[in-house]
T-cell receptor, first 113, second 111 residues
Framework: GAVVSQHPSWVICKSGTSVKIECRSL??????MFWYRQFPKQSLMLMAT?????????EQGVEKDKFLINHASLTLSTLTVTSAHPEDSSFYIC?????????FGPGTRLTVL | KQEVTQIPAALSVPEGENLVLNCSFT??????LQWFRQDPGKGLTSLLL?????REQTSGRLNASLDKSSGRSTLYIAASQPGDSATYLC??????????FGTGTRLKVLA
């Protein structure tokens, strides 16, 4: 089956630092990957759509300069949270599209102190 | 703009009951609808995927139906077990394949 991995699974950082989260499709090529954010006791909210070789498309209200997305290959997309603040603490989940289906990564829990 | 709502928000039932979780969406132009399970602090586990041309999908004790015209999907869980306790999310994929998630139903099955 199609597998998507994320690294790291959890990260703690100090306020003001940047954190990079990787999303990899392990056994298929994904031209499109998606990044979601989930705050405690809330549902998943789409942040951005990442297309290989082009700029990401951000959802309304998501700061593109704060959440940098790079999709340099068909199997890897990265999300960098720049100048992280405590309010950025959340569960970040990526998904990779294969045909008409999406496969989700296990998530990365970010805690900003 | 697609909006996805799930009812009820929370549900507590005794073990062995059959139960129905509801999902409604505002835009019927969808590619597919997927039901997920999420345990506390964990990622998503895909349960059932229904393509827009399908009416239902079944897996074990789970059955999901889709009525695009009315913008509704239901997840039926037969003979519920304590291990079924989790948050259940439905998600709808539209034109650009991105998923819009519902608000979730927190299920607790009591032993």
């Amino acid at each position: 089956g199609a597998v998507v991995s994320q690294h790291p699974s959890w990260v703690i950082c100090k306020s003001g630092t940047s954190v990079k989260i990787e999303c990899r499709s392990l056994d298929f090529q994904a031209t499109t990957m998606f990044w979601y954010r989930q705050f405690p006791k809330q549902s998943l909210m789409l942040m951005a759509t990442s297309n290989e070789g082009s700029k990401a498309t951000y959802e309304q209200g998501v700061e593109k300069d704060k959440f940098l997305i790079n999709h340099a290959s068909l199997t890897l997309s990265t999300l960098t949270v720049t100048s992280a603040h405590p309010e950025d603490s959340s569960f970040y989940i990526c998904s990779a599209r294969w045909g008409s289906e999406q496969f989700f990564g296990p998530g990365t829990r970010l805690t900003v102190l | 703009k697609q909006e996805v709502t799930q009812i009820p928000a929370a549900l507590s039932v005794p073990e062995g009951e059959n139960l129905v979780l509801n999902c409604s969406f505002t835009d019927s132009a969808i590619y597919n609808l997927q039901w997920f399970r999420q345990d506390p602090g964990k990622g998503l586990t895909s349960l059932l995927l229904i393509q827009s041309s399908q009416r239902e999908q079944t897996s074990g004790r789970l059955n999901a139906s889709l009525d695009k015209s009315s913008g509704r999907s239901t997840l039926y869980i037969a003979a519920s077990q304590p291990g079924d306790s989790a948050t259940y999310l439905c998600a709808v994929a539209s034109g650009t394949y991105k998923y819009i998630f519902g608000t979730g139903t927190r299920l607790k099955v009591l032993a």
